[in-house]
C-alpha cells in the first residue's frame, strides 16, 4: 500500500515528465497496426514510422492552429458571454440572485453584525502569462510525445527481442511473448477504433452545428473528438459548452438548446450502437471503474489526466487478463457477467 501511495505521490509531481511519456506510448499503439499493415508491405519500420507520426504531428498542429485564435478570442470575451447569458436566462438568474441575498444576510446575522475581517488578496498571474506557459508546457508535451511515439515504431520488434532473451527457460519465453503480443494486438486495434469513431462523431458533430449556423462550429467538433474519450461525462460536458454558446448566438432560447439536444443525440447514438458495434464486447468496462478512474486522475492531472484515463485504463485491463497473478483485478475490471457465470460453475480443487 505505501509503494502504491508513493507511486501516485510521484506521478503528481512528476506530472510534466510522465505524460508526455505515456501519452508517446499510447500513440505508438494506437498507429502500431498500421506500422505492422506497412512492414507487410515491404515498407521499413523507420520510414513507416517517419510517416504516420509526421502525419499525426502535422494534424496536431493543424488542429491547434485552427482553433488558437478561435478559442484566444473567446477567452477574451468570457465576461460579456457571462452577461448575455444572464440576460437570455433572466429568470433563473434572478432566482439565484435571490438566493444568494438571503444567504449573506442569514451570514450577516450569524455573525451579529460584526465587522468583516481584512482579507488578503493574491494577485493572479496575467492572462497573456497563463496562455503562454499553457502553450510552452503543451508544446513541450507533444513534441515529447511525437519523438518518443516516432522511437518506438522505429524500432519494430526490438523490445520483443530483449524480453525474450530476459527468460531462462522455452516456456517462459513462448508465454512472455504471446502475452506481450497479446496486449499489443487488443489494446492498439481498440486505441484505433476508438480513435476512429470519436474523429467520426467530431466530424458529425462539428457538420451538425455548422449547418445550424453556429459559428467556430469546427471548434466544438474538436472538443467533441476530445471529450469522447470520457465515457458518459464527456458528453455531457459539451452538451453544456454547446448549449451555453448557442444561447448567446441565436435569437431564441428555444432554436439554441436545438445545439445541445443534437450533440447529446449524436453521442447517444455513438456510445449505444456504434461503439458496441465497432468495439464489440471483449474490452467492456466496468461503469463503477471507468467512472472512478476518470475522477482519480482528473483529480491527479486535471483534464490531461481526465482524457487518458479510460485508454490506461483498458491497457491495465488486459495486462491483467494475461498475467496470472492479476486475474483477480482484471474481474473486477470487467463488466461481462459470463465470467462471473463461470467462475461459480468452477468445481473445487
Known amino acids: 500500500m505505501l509503494c502504491v501511495i508513493a507511486c501516485f505521490v510521484t506521478a ?14 499510447l500513440l505508438a499503439l494506437t498507429l502500431s497496426p498500421v506500422a505492422r499493415g506497412m512492414a507487410r508491405m515491404g515498407i521499413p519500420s523507420g520510414v513507416s514510422a517517419v510517416l504516420l507520426v509526421g502525419t499525426a504531428g502535422a494534424m ?8 488558437a485564435n478561435t478559442i484566444s478570442s473567446w477567452s477574451n470575451e468570457l465576461q460579456t458571454m457571462g452577461a448575455q447569458i444572464q440576460s437570455r436566462l433572466a429568470g433563473m438568474a434572478d432566482t439565484v440572485e435571490t438566493v444568494r441575498e438571503t444567504t449573506e444576510q442569514v451570514e450577516k446575522i450569524s455573525k451579529g453584525g460584526e ?33 518518443l511515439a516516432l522511437f518506438l515504431l522505429a524500432s519494430g520488434n526490438l523490445f520483443y527481442v530483449k524480453l525474450v532473451q530476459s527468460f531462462q527457460t522455452f516456456t517462459g519465453k513462448k508465454r512472455a511473448l504471446a502475452a506481450v503480443y497479446d496486449v499489443e494486438r487488443r489494446v492498439s486495434r481498440y486505441l484505433l477504433t476508438i480513435t476512429l469513431i470519436n474523429a467520426g462523431l467530431g466530424l458529425c458533430v462539428g457538420s451538425f452545428l455548422y449547418l445550424l449556423g453556429l459559428p467556430g462550429a469546427y471548434i466544438f467538433g474538436i472538443a467533441a473528438f476530445l471529450l469522447n474519450f470520457l465515457p458518459y461525462i464527456g458528453g455531457v460536458i459539451g452538451s453544456v459548452i454547446v448549449g451555453a454558446y448557442a444561447i448567446i448566438t441565436f435569437d431564441t432560447v428555444g432554436y439554441a438548446l436545438l445545439a445541445p439536444l443534437g450533440y447529446q443525440a449524436l453521442t447517444t447514438i455513438e456510445g449505444q450502437f456504434i461503439t458496441p458495434w465497432l468495439v ?22 486535471g483534464i490531461a489526466g481526465a482524457l487518458i484515463a479510460v485508454p490506461f485504463l483498458v491497457v491495465f485491463k488486459v495486462v491483467c487478463e494475461n498475467v496470472e497473478a492479476l486475474h483477480l483485478i482484471g474481474n473486477f475490471l470487467d463488466s461481462s457477467e459470463q465470467r462471473m457465470e463461470t467462475a461459480m460453475n468452477e468445481p473445487e480443487p
Open 12 to 25: 503528481y509531481f512528476a506530472k510534466d515528465l510522465i505524460l508526455p511519456v505515456l501519452l508517446g506510448f
Open 60 to 67: 496536431i498542429f493543424v488542429l491547434v492552429g485552427l482553433s
Open 115 to 147: 465587522d468583516d475581517p481584512q482579507r488578503v488578496v493574491v494577485e493572479q498571474p496575467g492572462l497573456l502569462s497563463s496562455a503562454m506557459n499553457a502553450g510552452v508546457t503543451l508544446g513541450g508535451t507533444i513534441a515529447v510525445m511525437l519523438v
Open 280 to 301: 464489440g464486447r471483449r474490452l467492456n468496462m466496468n461503469t463503477v471503474a471507468v467512472f472512478l478512474t476518470v475522477v482519480f486522475w482528473g483529480w491527479l492531472w
